[in-house]
């Protein structure tokens, strides 16, 4: 069973990881174009015949290129992890709080948001769990917009109950809080989100 983790490049870009790739031994297994109509994101994969793996993709939503490594040995996939954030300029967990938890315009507090989604691990995490449920309430469209987004990146079972909550409501991201459960529905995410939606 592969495993795996998301890392978001800062200034870093596809050649940057291509050149990563090549100094672990990887070959380029496949390339993807973008192609925003039919909603398919630009993605390229490396990887040995053994080990771990990388995927590179660019975000549609935010156009933010982002890494993501895979592995079969959750300890290979956290030396993996490590070396990628050596080597490339990424946003490391403690930068993603930080940044929402900074006193921002609405605008640039969305923009936090939406960072600490994409990079959020793929296991629940009540430090990111924290901040992207607090804002989903926010009085902002904006920023419960965002929030709403960032739930999307990693659909944790615990936002079910406040999801449906904002979703039977009538605040400025209802709306998309019934299309949000109708998708994690068609998608089969959990059961708990596929209940929830009914």
């Known amino acids: ?16 990881v291509g050149k990563h790739a090549a100094a672990l031994g990887y070959t380029k297994r496949m390339d993807v174009a973008a192609d925003e109509d039919a909603e398919i994101a630009r993605t390229v994969i490396w990887h040995a015949d053994t080990g771990p793996g990388l995927v590179y993709r660019e975000d549609l939503a935010t156009g933010l290129p982002f ?6 040995d959750p300890v290979e996939l956290r030396g993996a992890v490590e070396l990628a954030e050596t080597v490339l300029d990424t946003w490391r967990l403690a930068e993603l709080l930080a940044g929402v938890d900074a006193g921002q315009r ?3 507090l969305a923009e936090a948001i939406l960072l600490l ?7 629940h995490d009540p430090r990111f769990y924290s901040r992207v449920s607090r804002h989903l309430a926010s009085a902002d469209a904006t920023v419960a917009e965002a929030a709403l987004f960032a739930v999307r990146y990693q659909p944790w ?3 079910v109950d406040l999801i449906a909550e904002l979703a039977a ?3 400025p991201a209802a709306a998309s809080a019934r299309e949000l459960l ?4 068609d998608d ?5 989100l596929r209940q929830a939606g009914e």
Do not use: C, F, I, K
């Open 1 to 16: 069973m592969l495993v795996s983790r998301r890392l978001v490049l800062r200034h870093g870009d596809e050649a940057d």
């Open 67 to 72: 890494l993501v490594v895979t592995s079969a």
């Open 106 to 108: 609405p605008r640039d």
């Open 117 to 123: 989604g994409l990079g959020a691990p793929s296991s």
């Open 157 to 159: 079972e615990e936002y």
């Open 169 to 171: 409501g009538s605040g």
């Open 182 to 185: 109708e998708q994690l529905e």
């Open 188 to 192: 089969g995410v959990d059961d708990d």
